[in-house]
C-alpha cells in the first residue's frame, strides 16, 4: 500500500459509516486516500469525519460548490490521472446504474471515467438482498463487470431492514485485502515490474577546496519523483542521489554520493546488472583539477581555477548497454535546444531522452511542475503539458513501458 494514491467512492448505504475504519487502515498502510462522496453518501457519513482521516478536501460536485473553492474544473481529470485504483463502497444500485450508463453527474462518477486504463476498480454492492438480486441491478453490475471492473458480492448476514439475507457490505480489514491484491496483480502487468532500475538524481558537488564547491540549482525532485513512480510499478529501485534534503521514497534503496567522481563508481555497480538507467541527476560535467587541502586564503586579486572533464555516467552506461537493457536521459536546454537533445540521445546512445528547459518557475531546477519532450531513439516524439513532478514522472515511465513491449522486455 505504501505510496499508493487511493480514491473511495462512497454511496447513499448504511454500510458508509464503516469507511471512516477503511481510510484509517489503508492510511496506516502509507496510502494517500481520497474521497469522492455522493450526495446519498453524505446522509451516511459527515464530509467531516472523512476529511479529517483522509487530511484531503472531500469531492463531491465536478463544479466548485463555493467561491471560495476556488475555479478548478479539471480536478475530476487529475483526480483520474492521480489515483492507482478506486474503490466503490458501498456501491449502491443507483450508482451502479450510473456508471454503468456512462453518466457523468457527480465527482464519483467522474473519476470512473477518466480513471487511467489498467488502474483497478473494486465495487461493492450494498443494499437490501432483493434488491441486490433485481434483473435490472444485475444487468449493470454484469456491464460493469464486462468493462473490466472486479465486483466483490456483498456478504449475506443480518440487513439494515431486519431482514437477514444477501446484502451486507464486506467489513473494511477484507476491503483492504481485496485491494491489496488488486493492486499487486496491476502492478504485475507492467513490464517494469520486477525490473531493477537505477536513477540518478539531484546535483553534484565538485571541491574546489575544503569548504567550497562548484555545483547547481538541482532539488532531486524530478529523480526523486521517477524512483516513486518506479517503485510503485513494483521495480527494484536504486537512487544514487547527490546532496539533497528529500526523503527516501517508500521501498527505494537510496545510495548518496557527493561529486560526479562518487556518482560514477556507485553507479558503475549497476551497470552490468540493471534493467533500466534513468539519467536525471544534474551532474557537474567539469571538476577542479587541484582541490585545494584546507581553506584558500584571500590574499591574491586573481585565481584561476582549472577544471577538467568528470567522466559522463550516462554515456558511460550507452557505451556498454547490451540489447536487454534500456538508457534513459534527460537533456537540460534553453527553451529551443531540442536539436541538442536529440544529438545527445545519439550520443549517448540512449533509448528515449527527456527534453525539459529551465525557468526557475514552471520546469527545470528546483520547482514542483516540469514540462517535458520525450524522444525516442524510434524518433517518436511526446511533448507533455505542464505537469507535476510526479506526473511528468509517470507519463516518462508510461512511454519506457512501450519501449519494454516494443523491444520485448
Ligand atoms: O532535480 P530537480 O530540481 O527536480 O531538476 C530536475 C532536472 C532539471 C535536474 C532534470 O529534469 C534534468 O534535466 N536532469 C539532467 C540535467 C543535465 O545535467 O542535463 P545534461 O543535458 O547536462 O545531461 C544529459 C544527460 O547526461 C542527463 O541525463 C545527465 O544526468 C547525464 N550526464 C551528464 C553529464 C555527466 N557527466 N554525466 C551524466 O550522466
Known sequence: MRGKNIIIGICGGIAAYKIPQLVRLLKKRGASVRVALTDAGARFV?????????EEPIYRSIFPQTESEGVDFTSHISLGEWADALVIAPAT???LARLSA???DDMLAAIFLTLRPGKPVLIFPAMDGQMFLSPSVQRNIATLAAQGCSIINPESGELASGLCGIGRMPAPEAILLALEEALHEADKCSPLYS???VITAGPTREKI?????ISNYSSGKMGFAIARAAAKRGSIVTLIAGPVHLPTPPGVERVDVESTAEMNAAAEKFFSNCDLFIGAAAVSDYRPAAPYEGKMKKDEEHIELTLVKNPDILAGFGRQKSASQLAVGFALETRTGLESARKKLTEKNLDLI???FFDRKTCGFDVDTNILTLIGSDGIVTELPQLTKDAAAEKLLEAIEHLCLKNGL
Open 46 to 54: 459527515s464530509e467531516l469525519a472523512l476529511a479529517t482521516v483522509s
Open 93 to 95: 444500485a443507483n450508482t
Open 102 to 104: 456512462g453518466l457523468c
Open 195 to 197: 525490473k531493477r532500475v
Open 209 to 213: 577546496d575544503g569548504v567550497r564547491f
Open 354 to 356: 527527456a527534453f525539459n
